[in-house]
């Protein structure tokens, strides 16, 4: 069973950063993608960003691209997300979630079939 653990989340000022992290175990096949999605409050969820465990390649929504960063770590099975310059308007409950690969780059929330806790991120003004 696939399993997803999400932390790092926490309080930051505006223009400052945090690193969130997605322990992941329980794959039973090589070819999957994670990503890192968020809900705001009163808002739909969206995806962030999202990466390939078969090549290491990346993808981001737009709203986040040159501030977030998505990567692997294989020896330690996380996968971290950085995020720098941080508004307010990022203040969500960010969620890890995983699939097959042949999604990739999907950010669309129906075709992730596992999912991690949320981890809440506060950005003050």
């Known amino acids: 069973e696939v399993q997803l653990q999400a932390s790092g989340g926490g309080l930051v000022q505006t223009g400052g950063s945090l690193r969130l992290s997605c322990v992941a175990s329980?794959?039973?096949?090589?070819?999957?993608?994670i990503a890192w999605f968020r809900q705001a409050p009163g808002k739909e969820r969206e995806g962030v960003s999202c990466?390939?465990?078969?090549?290491?390649?990346?993808y981001y929504a737009d709203s986040v691209k040159g501030r977030y960063t998505i990567s692997s770590d294989n020896a330690k099975n996380t996968v971290y997300l950085q995020m720098n310059s941080l508004e307010p308007e990022d203040t969500a409950v960010y969620y890890c979630?995983?699939?097959?690969?042949?999604?990739?780059?999907?950010?669309?929330?129906?075709?992730?079939?596992?999912w991690g806790q949320g981890t809440l991120v506060t950005v003050s003004s």
């Open positions: 990466t390939s465990s078969s090549d290491g390649s990346t």
């Open positions: 329980g794959f039973t096949f090589d070819d999957y993608i």
């Open positions: 979630a995983a699939t097959s690969g042949r999604y990739y780059p999907s950010l669309v929330q129906y075709e992730y079939l596992y």
